[in-house]
């Protein structure tokens, strides 16, 4: 089978540049998705070694080779982000990178093995006009196997979108899910010197404003499908609950008397469940997305706020005074059946339900300050992520489970920080001026 780069010519490749839409399809047929690599399910998962040489550029010019080390060195970080990889030293490689048309028993895997890589990445690049075409493949260097290789073709600012796109397929053949590539964070930050809302790709880069009223912006939460953010928002001296379509820059404003805050998208629905005191006590409502109140959600004395939905939106978890302290229950929707889930210290709260329906981040208080804890939604398996680290709080979960968001002052200013789903390799997610606050990682925006 005659691969891109052996049917290109400078003079005979050809690209449909009538649109920016990023195109790409089977190169050669993946072995079938393996699933046995990784197990994020793992607490102490062993990072693969894994080999990226830098990207053949098949005309030899030196856009083309600024190109393939770019995007080799994008590659390289996005998969290093997941916390699955350890990346090796370029300068161990034994041989020069490969040319892009070989196949698996071309390669001497020997070579790789040796030096310890039991993942391969290899790839290859052609340049013209800026229209840029770019095949990528991985291999397992212990089974001499092409596990799975991808064509992508676009224009040369397409090449983020590319290198994420792969990183997917990676991570797909190597865990059975799409991983963490075309979601998103929101959140606060005081870089402009009013907290406003922010959003960035999943690991930092391209950060955006959202608000721009001067003003206290907070709690932002994503909808499901990523298409809408809501809020709460002091813009006009109270706080009232914005929802908001992004790219049409459409939406509704809850102006209600007293508080209208904290707001969580139902998965799968436009809907949205939102705290309201507008009948005296801070009580849960379930609201549209044009703000029109469903239903109720909540019958008790003291405030009750800060809702986090089960994945299949049966159950909320929410933060409610009603046995004195805060403290963090569960309701079952249909039934109205509510039950307490914390009990450990006296306040609990920022309640966070993992993608996979099993657990639940939250903060805690305690001796320390406030630490991030998980704990089973049977109460059993509590678990303190951060330890001695100053204030931690805000949790929630990327879309795979894998990773957990989350604001600290330990720099001695609030920012925002990763860690995996167990508590280690906790870094910082980005730098900007000011605060960063109150994280909210939305769910992937591309379908598979």
């Known amino acids: ?69 770019k995007a080799a060195d994008m590659l390289a970080d ?32 020997k070579n790789w093995t040796g030096i310890g890589a039991e993942l391969l990445v290899t790839g290859g690049v052609v340049l013209e006009g800026g229209a840029l075409n770019m095949e ?21 600012d397409d090449l983020r979108r590319m290198i994420r796109r792969f990183s997917s397929e990676i991570i797909f053949v190597l865990t059975g899910n799409r991983g963490i590539f075309d979601s998103k964070i929101t959140f606060v930050s005081t870089v402009s010197g009013h907290k406003e809302i922010f959003t960035c790709d999943f690991d930092g880069k391209d950060p955006v404003r959202i608000t721009h009223n001067n003003s206290i912006n907070l709690s932002p939460a994503w909808s499901s499908d990523g298409q809408w953010i809501a809020y ?98 569960i309701k079952e929707i249909a039934s109205g059946q509510v039950r307490r889930l914390t009990f450990e210290g006296k306040n609990n709260t920022q309640p966070a339900w993992s993608p996979n329906g ?44 894998s990773l957990i968001v989350f604001s600290s002052d330990r720099e001695g200013t609030s920012r925002i920080y990763i860690m995996n789903a167990y508590g280690t390799d906790q870094r910082r997610l980005l730098k900007l001026p000011g605060q960063q606050s109150e994280p909210d990682w939305s769910g992937n925006m591309t379908a598979p």
């Open 232 to 329: 709460t928002s002091y813009a006009k001296n109270k706080p009232d609950l914005y929802i908001r379509q992004i790219k049409k820059k459409t939406g509704a404003v809850v102006s209600k008397k007293g508080l209208n805050i904290a707001p969580s998208w139902v998965p799968g629905k436009l809907q949205l469940a939102a705290t309201l005191s507008f009948s005296g006590d801070p009580e849960i409502y379930l609201l549209t997305q044009t703000g029109k109140i469903i239903k109720r959600l909540t019958h008790s004395s003291g405030i009750d706020v800060s809702v986090s939905w089960s994945p299949d939106g049966k159950k909320m978890a929410f933060v409610s005074r009603r046995a004195g302290s805060p403290q963090i229950y």
């Open 358 to 401: 099993d657990r639940i981040a939250y903060t805690a208080m305690n001796r320390d300050g406030l630490n991030i804890r998980v704990i089973g939604i049977d109460g059993r398996g509590l678990a303190q992520m951060t330890h001695n680290s100053g204030d931690n709080e805000s949790p929630s979960w990327s879309p795979d489970g």
């Open 78 to 109: 996005m998969l290093v982000f997941t916390g699955y990889f350890k990346m090796l030293d370029r300068g161990s490689f034994l041989i020069e990178p490969y040319s892009p048309n070989i196949v698996a028993r071309q390669i001497k895997f």
């Open 136 to 156: 990528l493949r991985l291999f397992d260097t212990f089974k001499g196997q092409l596990l799975v290789g991808k064509r992508y073709r676009g224009r040369e």
């Open 1 to 69: 089978m005659r691969t891109l780069f052996n049917s290109f010519t400078t003079r005979s490749f050809s690209l449909v540049l009538t649109g920016l839409l990023l195109c790409f399809c089977w190169v050669l047929p993946a072995l079938g998705a393996q699933y046995d690599y990784v197990d994020i399910n793992n607490p102490a998962l062993r990072k693969i070694p894994t080999a990226i040489p830098f990207f053949k550029p098949v005309n030899q010019t030196g856009a083309e080779k600024v190109i393939c080390s």
